[in-house]
């Protein structure tokens, strides 16, 4: 009845958004027909409501590790992001931290604070620079708040959070720890991160669940103040009507990618290696920008030499291949990637990026007709481009001839 | 591939390469990330142009040349100021980035030309060559502007709405509710904002000078602020008391920060010389029409080679001094057909 995947579509973009999966469409149905009562009220009808919506926060809570009064749902992963540090701030004053390949959910509104906001750097794969984080909360007497994601959504490098939470917990024991765990609900068992940190984020949209439901895990009670306020629901977390249906498809997509996770990791990866050691076998000049062993299964992350990665989408999209390069600005353009810059790849690297991502519906077709068309898309973009450094060039041979 | 600007031009300009049978995609660039008069990246005029082509049902992208924007037309407005010189940003953007970078790009993918929606016509001639004609519409003429094409590229390019009246081009978009139809027609440069103008902008970007201002003896009569924002030509704004005689600026010397003004009489100038000379088709000499601005009238004149890329522009009457940097544009004496054009010296 609801058909979830378009076949015709090799859809390599499953950090941008995930299919929807089947039981979770089918779960929200009832709440988007005859299931409409508030939650918030006081009748019969509103209870049933309430219940779905307590009973997807059990759910999340026992795939999360955490108490169910620790789930907070949100409207999106930017609110949930945006509640920690913005939240932190209004509570108790004093500087947030992050380092510079974090999300724009999160770098934005850290840079956003201005004197109160610190940026750290990061290593060659994107994780953060943990002397210079130390260095930093020693330097700094008044953190409230360090958040640095678990997964990173261009690359895909994996930060070990138990690591980060040991520096953070020793140079500044005030400061709450917040993690963007948005691209993790797939790759990794998210109750290993929960100990570790005061505040987490999810987004249901990347793992199954619909758009317009984020989640902030708030470990140990209120740590910050609410972003949105009115009707007191999320026990005066989040106000704001639930979004009933959301919520319970949220609740099933996450538990169903939970049981399903050590499965399609191990199904997932070595597509992955296939993926990326069939492009750099069709063509010259592919880089892998992370080694798979430090990033996640689904991460695919490549800088291509000797071509535009925006002139690539549009030869990928008319083949019908999704993929991406770095985040879009509000227009819709590609802006150069941070998360590369962070990482210190050259601007002329980066300007051939391809971020593929694998996901739930990804099979060994959609990687071999990948590698397909982005060999003979790359070709031709290649064959005809004059004006574009050739293969193997980097910036630094550009224009400094003898 | 269509440029779409989010403006009505470019909108109906996609409308009639649709219902001439041609495949379109449209194609929004983005070039300028600081503030704008639509907001940040100017992304109101991307959703308006995306929604256009989502009426049309055509494909709609959006490039980010903002790189090459800032190298070939931000960065050369500045330092031109800087200099004491005006430049026309909007004719670098043409020359540079749009009938360069976005036609390259174009080329790239398979394009067979680019199509934008300036007010000007490409005649094919019986010989394969091309000649870049006036606008229809008088009025809304922007054949100044790409003065610059060469057959190469006129032979890959389109002005769909070259031929018509911007009255009937409204009627035709607002008769299928294209929301652009209203939209009122861009005026400035696309960077600077109306709010804060071009002296807020380059006072973000350059040191400002106070100036000098003398008459043409050396007497000292007042002073400006700012010398970069003088420009030859210009009467008011130099710092001088209301109520005598009318006086322009002659000339502008950036080294010593003085602006000498002087009478209108003093203004006019029986020649100039221009640099930087394209043609549309070949170098032509002899007695043609002169335009020095995106709406000035064209004048006669007889021009001459002056050395490589280079002419001398001989006024049939004296014309007021053209500010360096200024675009000249050489039309046929009918005033109908562009036939180079060059940057004043």
């Known amino acids: 009845m609801w058909r979830v995947t378009e076949p015709a579509i090799t859809y390599l973009d499953h950090a941008a958004s995930t299919p929807m999966r089947a039981e979770a469409v089918e779960a929200m149905m009832p709440y988007l027909s005859e299931l409409y009562a508030n939650p918030s009220g006081s009748h019969r009808f509103a209870r049933r409501a309430r219940q779905a919506v307590d009973e997807a926060r059990d759910t999340v809570a026992r795939v999360v590790g955490c108490h169910p009064n620790e789930v907070v749902f949100t409207g999106c992963g930017t609110e949930s992001d945006n509640m920690a540090i913005t939240g932190a701030i209004a509570r108790r004053g004093g500087i947030a931290v992050c380092p510079a390949v974090e999300h724009h959910a999160v770098l934005h509104v850290v840079e956003h604070q201005g004197d109160q906001g610190r940026v750290i750097g990061v290593d060659a794969f994107g994780r953060v620079d943990l002397d210079e984080l130390a260095a930093t909360l020693d330097a700094t007497p008044d953190v409230a708040i360090v958040s640095v994601m678990a997964v990173n959504n261009e690359v895909g490098t994996i930060t070990d959070i138990a690591e980060v939470a040991r520096v953070v917990r020793r140079h500044a024991p005030d400061a709450l720890l917040h993690t963007d765990a948005v691209q993790s609900a797939c790759w990794l068992d998210l109750s290993d991160i929960t100990p570790h940190i005061d505040l987490l984020s999810l987004s249901a949209h990347k793992f199954g669940g619909p758009k317009g439901v984020g989640v902030l895990v708030e470990r140990g009670g209120p740590k910050v103040d609410p972003l949105i306020i009115g009707g007191g629901q999320e026990r005066e977390r989040r106000s704001g009507t639930h979004n009933t249906a959301g919520i319970v498809a949220a609740a099933v997509a996450l538990e169903l990618t939970d049981r399903e996770r050590v499965d399609e990791n191990a199904r997932l990866s070595p597509l992955r290696d296939e993926l990326v050691a069939g492009l750099q076998h069709r063509l010259d000049g592919v880089t892998e920008t992370v080694p798979g062993e430090y990033k996640v299964a689904g991460s695919a992350h490549v800088c291509i030499a000797g071509i535009e990665s925006e002139a690539l989408l549009f030869l990928l999209d008319e083949a019908d291949v999704c993929a991406s390069a770095a985040s879009a600005c509000a227009s819709g353009a590609m802006e150069p990637s941070h998360v590369l810059a962070g990482m210190g790849v050259d601007r002329s690297t980066a300007l051939g990026a391809l971020r593929l991502t694998l996901g739930r519906t990804t099979t060994a077709v959609d990687v071999e007709r990948a590698v397909d068309v982005i060999g003979s898309s790359v070709d031709q973009l290649r064959r005809h481009s004059t004006s574009i450094a050739p293969v193997g060039a980097t910036a630094d041979a550009i224009g400094s001839a003898p | 591939m269509c440029a779409m600007s989010g403006g009505v031009d470019s909108s109906v300009a996609a409308l009639l390469l649709q219902q001439a049978g041609h495949e379109v995609v449209g194609v929004t660039m983005k070039l300028w990330g600081g503030d704008s008069d639509t907001g940040c990246c100017s992304v109101s005029d991307v959703d308006d142009a995306r929604r256009v082509a989502q009426q049309l049902g055509i494909d709609h992208l959006v490039f980010n040349f903002g790189d090459d924007f800032d190298e070939h037309v931000v960065a050369p407005y500045i330092d031109a100021h800087a200099r004491g010189v005006t430049p026309n940003p909007c004719i670098e953007c043409n020359r540079s980035v749009k009938f360069a970078r ?150 502008v010397d950036m080294a010593s920060a003085t602006v000498t003004v002087g009478s209108d009489a003093d203004l006019l100038r029986d020649e100039l010389i221009v640099d930087q000379m394209s043609w549309v088709d070949g170098p032509v000499d002899g007695a043609v029409l002169v335009q020095c601005s995106a709406h000035g009238r064209a004048l006669p004149a007889t021009i001459a080679a002056a050395g490589d890329a280079s002419i001398l522009v001989r006024w049939d009457e004296p014309q007021r001094r053209i500010a360096p940097g200024q675009s000249v544009v050489a039309y046929d004496p009918t005033n109908t057909r562009v036939l180079g054009g060059g940057i004043c010296c």
Do not use: W
Not at chain 2, 132 to 161: C, N, W
Not at chain 2, 197 to 217: Q, Y
Not at chain 2, 219 to 240: A, F, H, P, Y
């Open chain 2, 102 to 251: 976005l036609a390259e790009r174009a080329d790239l993918l398979g394009f067979d030309a680019v199509a934008t929606g300036h007010h000007a016509n490409i005649v094919p001639g019986v010989d394969g060559r091309f000649t870049i004609e006036r606008g229809s519409d008088a009025a809304k003429d922007q054949s100044y502007v790409v003065h610059m094409l060469d057959q190469t590229q006129l032979a890959r390019t389109m002005f769909p709405v070259g031929g018509m009246q911007k009255t009937d081009l409204r009627a035709l978009a607002a008769s299928i509710d294209l929301r652009t139809a209203a939209k009122p027609d861009s005026q400035d440069v696309c960077f600077i904002t109306s709010t804060g103008g071009r002296t807020a902008f380059l006072g973000d970007r350059i040191p400002f000078r106070p100036g000098t201002v003398v008459d043409a003896d050396g007497t000292r009569l007042g002073e400006v602020e700012s010398v970069e924002l003088v420009t030859v030509g210009q009467r008011k704004g130099i710092g001088l008391p209301g109520g005598g005689p009318k006086r322009y600026v002659l000339d």
